[in-house]
């Protein structure tokens, strides 16, 4: 079967597509702050009516509700649909959510965050351009192409896109079970778009994810800010028990200093270490990532991989509560909380990781004799997952890569969190290929987050290979 007429399509209306990129990057859907959830709650109806544009019948699922900046508030619907029923044809689930970190201006963007703009690079620039709302609108222009052109599809597909995965998927896991035998059922596979390629110019098939816990520290001392030349020196200064406490949890060679937390990290095998040889990844493709610096933590490229997939990391996000601003106020903060996550790896156990470190920052507190109250605050968790790339899904995926970019994909791990996928595997009994279609240096969650035009046009090309490749693989 030749595709050349759909991705002709494809190169034809590419400045639709990022037009229509432009509309949904303007919608800030912040998951994580309440101000923001009218947007998020708009940015889910804007994909239910896209979807509805295209055929696709589509149900809007509502989760229920949450606590979050001190309101209750609705959490974003999970939209499911379904576009084909045609029981002679295979089914694949695909994922994405529609929900993006925040972003200001002023954390150092070149540009307004919610205003994509493409520069002489060809670089399409926006929160959300590629995680997640450009390879959620991606699989979208792969049906309008087929559409514009009469080209069937030649699988069913069901979708489920959510507005809670950066903020823990909250709701999400109960919705999956108690659909699994309903909305779910019948589905072969399952295909999510949420990471990104190892370097710049190679695509990859991913088969794992590390884990997350997220934790706060809450350290409470005087009931208000006090001016620091009146007080300081004569009260316990949460700020710094919370520094003291941050800075114990990790070193500046990132060891985890909790006890015990690597005590449960799988052992590396044989095989496993197999796995990272011939991988296309070199310290060339890290500095970029990071903006041409080069702090890597580790002298062996696969050493930064198995750091990045296969072990656990330990990072500090930020402090609540905390004077932040320009200027030079002289104030000692009364409440500050600190943030941190680990990333988990198998075989890592999310409730063994949450009294880990609440005993040894309660211990490391008890040493500081101070008489600030300090409360731990155990957030969401998310489990690592691991697969096999051997499966047919896997098999599809690869030559839809090689229709579409004329190479063999990377198998890769991934060192974020994508906690649905392990609840989609566990729930449906099916196989989860992740298909990204954005490159190392995007910058999700970072300022200046974008996605390339060509991965945005050729990552299209590369759902709707895939569809056909996966109606032709064979499944035994
Ligand atoms: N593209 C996947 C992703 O960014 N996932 C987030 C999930 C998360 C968990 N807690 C907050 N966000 C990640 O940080 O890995
Ligand atoms: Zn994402
Ligand atoms: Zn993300």
Same mark, same amino acid.
């Given at each position: 079967?030749?595709?050349?007429?759909?991705?002709?399509?494809?190169?034809?209306?590419?400045?639709?597509?990022?037009?229509?990129?432009?509309?949904?990057?303007?919608?800030?859907?912040?998951?994580?702050?309440?101000?923001?959830?009218?947007?998020?709650?708009?940015?889910?109806?804007?994909?239910?009516?896209?979807?509805?544009?295209?055929?696709?019948?589509?149900?809007?699922?509502?989760?229920?509700?949450?606590?979050?900046?001190?309101?209750?508030?609705?959490?974003?619907?999970?939209?499911?649909?379904?576009?084909?029923?045609?029981?002679?044809?295979?089914?694949?689930?695909?994922?994405?959510?529609?929900?993006?970190?925040? *972003?200001?201006?002023?954390?150092?963007?070149?540009?307004?965050?919610?205003?994509?703009?493409?520069?002489?690079?060809?670089?399409?620039?926006?929160?959300?351009?590629?995680?997640?709302? +450009?390879?959620?609108?991606?699989?979208?222009?792969?049906?309008?192409?087929?559409?514009?052109? +009469?080209?069937?599809?030649?699988?069913?597909?069901?979708?489920?896109?959510?507005?809670?995965?950066?903020?823990?998927?909250?709701?999400?896991?109960?919705?999956?079970?108690?659909?699994?035998?309903?909305?779910?059922?019948?589905?072969?596979?399952?295909?999510?778009?949420?990471?990104?390629?190892?370097?710049?110019?190679?695509?990859?098939?991913?088969?794992?994810?590390?884990?997350?816990?997220?934790?706060?520290?809450?350290?409470?001392?005087?009931?208000?800010?006090?001016?620091?030349?009146?007080?300081?020196?004569?009260?316990?200064?949460?700020?710094?028990?919370?520094?003291?406490?941050?800075?114990?949890?990790?070193?500046?060679?990132?060891?985890?200093?909790?006890?015990?937390?690597?005590?449960?990290?799988?052992?590396?095998?044989?095989?496993?270490?197999?796995?990272?040889?011939?991988?296309?990844?070199?310290?060339?493709?890290?500095?970029?990532?990071?903006?041409?610096?080069?702090?890597?933590?580790?002298?062996?490229?696969?050493?930064?991989?198995?750091?990045?997939?296969?072990?656990?990391?330990?990072?500090?996000?930020?402090?609540? +509560?905390?004077?932040? *601003?320009?200027?030079?106020?002289?104030?000692?903060?009364?409440?500050?909380? +600190?943030?941190?996550?680990?990333?988990?790896?198998?075989?890592?156990?999310?409730?063994?990781?949450?009294?880990?470190?609440?005993?040894?920052?309660?211990?490391?507190?008890?040493?500081?004799?101070?008489?600030?109250?300090?409360?731990?605050?155990?957030?969401?968790?998310?489990?690592?997952?691991?697969?096999?790339?051997?499966?047919?899904?896997?098999?599809?995926?690869?030559?839809?890569?090689?229709?579409?970019?004329?190479?063999?994909?990377?198998?890769?791990?991934?060192?974020?969190?994508?906690?649905?996928?392990?609840?989609?595997?566990?729930?449906?009994?099916?196989?989860?290929?992740?298909?990204?279609?954005?490159?190392?240096?995007?910058?999700?969650?970072?300022?200046?987050?974008?996605?390339?035009?060509?991965?945005?046009?050729?990552?299209?090309?590369?759902?709707?290979?895939?569809?056909?490749?996966? *109606?032709?693989?064979?499944?035994?």
């Amino acid at each position: 079967m030749s595709l050349d007429k759909f991705f002709d399509t494809v190169n034809q209306d590419q400045d639709n597509y990022v037009a229509k990129l432009k509309e949904i990057v303007a919608i800030p859907s912040i998951s994580c702050v309440a101000e923001r959830r009218a947007d998020t709650v708009r940015m889910g109806e804007w994909i239910i009516a896209e979807l509805e544009r295209l055929g696709a019948t589509t149900k809007r699922v509502e989760p229920g509700t949450q606590q979050l900046d001190g309101q209750t508030v609705d959490l974003p619907p999970v939209v499911l649909a379904t576009y084909g029923t045609d029981p002679s044809k295979k089914t694949v689930l695909i994922y994405g959510h529609y929900d993006v970190q925040p *972003a200001l201006k002023e954390d150092g963007w070149n540009t307004d965050p919610f205003t994509l703009v493409e520069d002489k690079e060809h670089r399409l620039i926006g929160r959300g351009s590629t995680d997640d709302k +450009g390879p959620v609108l991606g699989w979208l222009c792969a049906i309008e192409a087929h559409q514009k052109i +009469g080209l069937d599809i030649p699988v069913n597909l069901k979708f489920c896109f959510e507005g809670m995965e950066e903020s823990g998927s909250e709701g999400l896991d109960a919705i999956i079970a108690a659909e699994a035998e309903g909305y779910f059922k019948g589905v072969d596979c399952v295909c999510i778009s949420d990471n990104y390629w190892l370097g710049k110019t190679k695509p990859c098939l991913t088969y794992g994810l590390r884990g997350i816990n997220y934790f706060g520290i809450s350290v409470k001392g005087p009931a208000q800010d006090l001016h620091s030349g009146v007080f300081g020196g004569t009260v316990h200064e949460p700020m710094t028990d919370l520094i003291t406490l941050m800075a114990s949890l990790v070193d500046s060679q990132g060891r985890i200093r909790v006890p015990g937390i690597m005590d449960q990290v799988a052992d590396l095998t044989d095989a496993e270490k197999k796995t990272y040889e011939g991988l296309d990844f070199s310290h060339a493709d890290l500095h970029a990532a990071l903006g041409g610096a080069k702090t890597e933590l580790h002298a062996d490229p696969q050493d930064t991989l198995m750091h990045r997939w296969r072990y656990p990391a330990l990072s500090l996000h930020g402090i609540e +509560g905390a004077f932040y *601003a320009p200027g030079g106020k002289t104030v000692i903060p009364s409440h500050p909380i +600190g943030k941190f996550s680990i990333r988990t790896v198998p075989d890592m156990d999310p409730h063994t990781v949450d009294k880990l470190v609440k005993e040894y920052l309660e211990a490391e507190f008890k040493k500081l004799n101070s008489k600030n109250t300090l409360t731990i605050i155990c957030g969401h968790h998310g489990k690592p997952w691991v697969s096999s790339p051997d499966h047919w899904n896997f098999v599809a995926g690869a030559k839809a890569v090689e229709r579409v970019f004329n190479c063999q994909p990377d198998l890769t791990r991934e060192g974020g969190s994508i906690p649905v996928t392990l609840t989609f595997q566990d729930a449906l009994k099916k196989n989860v290929l992740l298909l990204p279609m954005g490159a190392c240096d995007d910058g999700a969650h970072s300022i200046n987050e974008k996605v390339d035009r060509r991965n945005f046009v050729e990552g299209i090309k590369l759902y709707g290979a895939y569809f056909h490749e996966l *109606a032709a693989v064979k499944t035994e």
